[in-house]
């Protein structure tokens, strides 16, 4: 098997609301290894953004530890967690988020110049990433006349500008239309098992989720393997199952 490269494990996440506690982790578990995709599933306010904020070192957990690469970040200082996660993790929103103000090759080249990156060596790893994206002819152009899915393929190559171990994705698919949505999801397919990172994906698109390597759902604070509904076959009668 290959190696983990997000290790989470009995992860508790509490919020004050009101003057309650709302325990919306409870104790979850997690691995994703090298070049595996992983999809979480769950209804709205289940957690999974939490889940996430949690695994890309944004927040930290009421209680749990944390691995990224092997390395447990639960003891590490504000500084150093910093430092890995601008190493080790790269992150897709709904949203590209891009700098509107620069080309789709600027806003490669500028996450790796935060790692000290020198310069010539930024812009051909982003050509490089822009290439694999299917998006070399568009290097040179600004977010805004760029279509949705070419943001999205962009806001993807950025964030593996720092060859990260793990991709942390936030319903990356869910502002493209069905099609569009389809297409973004099998580069992003290609890249992670291509790049051997392990990638972590919420998702509302069960059709998207079936073709990860496990569906995990967020369930009463929990992850549980996601058993689907299973089909019956034409005229079937439940009853005699
Ligand atoms: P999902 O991404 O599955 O829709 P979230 O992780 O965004 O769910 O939210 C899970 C629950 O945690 C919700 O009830 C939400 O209101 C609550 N929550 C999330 N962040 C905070 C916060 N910073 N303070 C208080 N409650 C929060
Ligand atoms: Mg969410």
Not at 29 to 52: D, F, I, Y
Not at 179 to 200: C, N, P, S
């Amino acid at each position: 098997m290959s190696e983990p490269m997000l290790e989470l494990s009995g992860i508790v996440r509490t919020f004050e609301q009101a003057g309650t506690e709302l325990q919306v982790l409870r104790g979850a578990e997690l691995t994703v290894r090298a070049g595996e995709l992983v999809a979480l599933v769950g209804p709205s306010g289940a957690g999974k953004s939490t889940l996430l904020h949690i695994a890309g070192l944004l927040e930290r957990p009421t209680a749990g530890t944390v691995r990224i690469a092997g390395t447990d970040v639960s003891k590490l200082d504000d500084g150093k967690r910093t430092e890995v996660r601008r190493r080790s993790i790269g992150f897709v929103y709904q949203f590209h988020h891009l700098l509107p103000e620069f080309s789709a090759l600027e806003n490669i080249v500028l996450p790796q110049m935060i790692n000290r990156v020198p310069k010539r060596t930024a812009k051909a790893r982003a050509m490089e990433l822009l290439r694999m994206v299917g998006l070399e002819p568009r290097a040179s152009h600004r977010p805004a006349r760029l279509s949705g899915g070419e943001q999205q393929r962009v806001a993807i190559a950025r964030a593996l500008a720092n060859a990260p171990s793990l991709l942390i994705a936030d319903e990356p698919t869910g502002n493209l239309d069905p099609h569009t949505a389809d297409g973004v999801f099998a580069m992003l397919t290609a890249i992670v098992r291509q790049a051997r990172v392990g990638a972590l994906i919420a998702t509302h698109n069960l059709d998207l989720a079936q073709r990860m390597d496990r569906v995990l759902e967020m369930r009463d604070g929990l992850l549980v393997e996601h058993t689907p509904v299973p089909t019956l076959p034409e005229g079937a009668d439940p009853a005699h199952l």
